[in-house]
């Protein structure tokens, strides 16, 4: 009986595995695309003391990557949410 059991249940478990893979890659990709993010800040702010960008340009720059920034945070605890709730139950 246990065997028939885990053959009427393997597609569903498949799909939760491939579901749950692409949502650790898709993590992954936003982790990697903050820490991006990131360094892009680090370089602005050196190009800023090193004088090779005007205030105004750094301004502009880093208003940019900082709404990005934003809006992947935002992104993120939105993906979170619905996780937090499922380790409840």
């Known amino acids: 009986m246990l065997l028939i059991d885990d053959l ?8 939760f595995w491939v579901l749950r893979q692409v949502n650790d890659a898709a993590q992954k990709e ?3 695309e903050a820490d991006h993010i990131r360094d892009e800040l ?5 190009l800023l003391e ?16 900082l709404d990005r920034l ?3 945070n935002a992104r993120a605890e939105a993906g979170q949410e619905p996780s937090s709730s499922d380790d409840d139950a």
């Open 8 to 15: 009427i249940l393997a597609p569903g478990k498949f799909l």
């Open 30 to 32: 936003m982790d990697q």
């Open 42 to 46: 680090s370089q602005l702010h050196r």
């Open 50 to 65: 090193s004088g090779g960008i005007t205030e105004q340009a750094f301004d502009a720059c880093e208003a940019k990557l």
């Open 70 to 72: 934003d809006e992947l």
